[in-house]
């Protein structure tokens, strides 16, 4: 038996639509999966967040948009309801002020862990791309733990590099400040 390779995959990406129940259970489960995974924190999604994460997406439209990868089932391939989630990508449109344009950022970026290693990131993050350029965005942009190697070959075979805009003054590092009542 020939073992299966990305391109054999019948997986179809397409936008999430945050009124869909089907669609918002599916986001809602992979973002607590990728909580729960160590690149994500480790932790599960608190109640609250499972609980309020769909309606807060959809009230930022449309800033926020998000893709899913779905592996089609048997006999259902490009059937809005069939298969199974198994990638999901979260973004974010900012504004870029150097170039008086949008940009969106890749905020979360999930494959099921038995799913990794076919390249349904890079299918996800193609649609991305096609998405931003629709908005007339100037780039991409995502933040990724230095230690998380997949991910960075990933991002690199779909043409990110880590931002710098004088390599006399380095490469830009992503900070965080948490805000706690």
């Not at 299966?4 to 129940?21: G, K, W």
């Not at 160590?38 to 800033?63: D, F, T």
């Not at 950022?105 to 791309?129: F, S, T």
Request: net charge neutral; hydrophobic share 45%.
């Amino acid at each position: 038996m020939t073992p299966l390779t990305e391109s054999m995959l019948p997986i179809s990406v397409r936008t999430v639509d945050y009124a869909n129940p089907r669609e918002a259970a599916a986001l809602v489960d992979l973002m607590d999966g990728y909580a729960r995974d160590v690149a994500g924190g480790g932790k599960p999604l608190e109640a609250e967040v499972k609980q309020g994460l769909v309606q807060a997406l959809r009230q930022r439209q449309p800033q926020a948009f998000s893709v899913m990868a779905w592996m089609e089932e048997e006999g259902q391939h490009s059937s809005l309801n069939a298969g199974v989630a198994v990638g999901l990508v979260n973004c974010f449109e900012g504004f870029s002020t150097f170039a008086c344009k949008p940009l969106v950022n890749v905020h979360d970026v999930v494959v099921v862990p038995a799913w990794r290693g076919y390249r349904i990131a890079q299918r996800m993050l193609q649609k991305v791309e096609t998405l931003a350029r629709e908005r007339g965005a100037c780039k991409l942009t995502l933040e990724v733990l230095s230690g998380n190697r997949a991910a960075i070959q990933a991002y690199e075979r779909e043409g990110f590099a880590v931002y710098a805009l004088d390599p006399q003054m380095g490469s830009a590092q992503f900070f965080q400040k948490l805000l706690r009542d």
